[in-house]
């Protein structure tokens, strides 16, 4: 009979556990893509990391950047940049066995920030550091966007490091920004001169 156990007979759980892709990229393939991503921790600040394309030919760029992270984070189907940042920007773009939607959007979305969708996984923005950038300070806006601890969206993290901040002192000042924002959003929730309960 189906399901019927037998005296002495074990019984196994299976337990299905879904999780998000770990965003872990080889070293060298993060070189060649000029692709860096922050560790997957509980902490998730406005950027997933940043990308230094070499051009601004979106046709040409983003195959590759997508191909690594189809195998990181899933399919990517669907990503969106900033129309003003990108000067020619095609409908769809070939990524292997699949077709990467583009959308643009104007003041809704940072101009120096590309979103990533996948279907089933979730959402993902990077940091894109112009490809005429010195490659120092690319180093620098890069190693910034893969901290843990950096919480602000990608203008305010160019911004920060224009003014000379290093990466450590980026996060510092990101920290104190998230704290100084979430004092100032809280609502007064108990007067003390108030009844609590009111009839």
């Given at each position: 009979m189906?399901?019927a156990?037998r005296?002495?007979?074990?019984?196994?759980?299976?337990?299905?556990?879904?999780t998000?892709?770990t965003?872990?990229?080889?070293?060298?393939?993060?070189?060649?893509?000029?692709?860096?991503?922050?560790?997957?921790?509980?902490?998730?600040?406005r950027?997933d990391?940043a990308?230094?394309?070499?051009?601004?030919n979106?046709?040409?760029?983003l195959?590759?950047?997508v191909?690594v992270l189809?195998?990181?984070?899933?399919r990517?189907?669907r990503?969106?940049v900033?129309?003003?940042?990108?000067?020619?920007?095609?409908?769809?773009?070939?990524?292997?066995?699949?077709v990467?939607?583009?959308?643009?959007?104007?003041p809704?979305?940072?101009a120096?920030?590309?979103?990533?969708l996948s279907?089933?996984?979730g959402?993902?923005?990077?940091?894109?550091?112009p490809?005429?950038?010195?490659?120092a300070?690319?180093?620098?806006?890069m190693a910034a966007?893969?901290?843990?601890h950096e919480?602000?969206?990608?203008?305010a993290l160019?911004?920060?490091?224009?003014?000379?901040?290093?990466p450590?002192?980026?996060a510092?000042e990101?920290r104190a920004?998230?704290?100084?924002?979430r004092a100032?959003?809280?609502?007064?929730?108990f007067?003390?001169?108030?009844?609590?309960?009111?009839?």
């Amino acid at each position: 009979m189906p399901g019927a156990r037998r005296p002495g007979e074990q019984v196994r759980a299976v337990t299905t556990v879904s999780t998000r892709p770990t965003s872990v990229v080889d070293a060298a393939t993060a070189a060649a893509v000029r692709l860096s991503l922050k560790p997957e921790t509980r902490i998730r600040g406005r950027l997933d990391g940043a990308w230094w394309p070499r051009s601004w030919n979106m046709a040409r760029e983003l195959p590759a950047l997508v191909t690594v992270l189809d195998r990181t984070w899933g399919r990517i189907t669907r990503v969106t940049v900033h129309e003003g940042m990108w000067p020619d920007l095609p409908a769809t773009v070939p990524v292997g066995a699949h077709v990467v939607r583009l959308g643009w959007f104007g003041p809704e979305q940072e101009a120096d920030d590309l979103c990533l969708l996948s279907y089933k996984v979730g959402r993902w923005d990077l940091l894109v550091i112009p490809p005429e950038c010195d490659p120092a300070r690319a180093a620098h806006l890069m190693a910034a966007a893969a901290d843990v601890h950096e919480t602000r969206g990608a203008a305010a993290l160019r911004s920060g490091l224009a003014a000379g901040q290093s990466p450590a002192e980026s996060a510092r000042e990101s920290r104190a920004e998230v704290a100084r924002d979430r004092a100032a959003s809280w609502p007064v929730l108990f007067d003390s001169q108030a009844p609590l309960v009111q009839i």
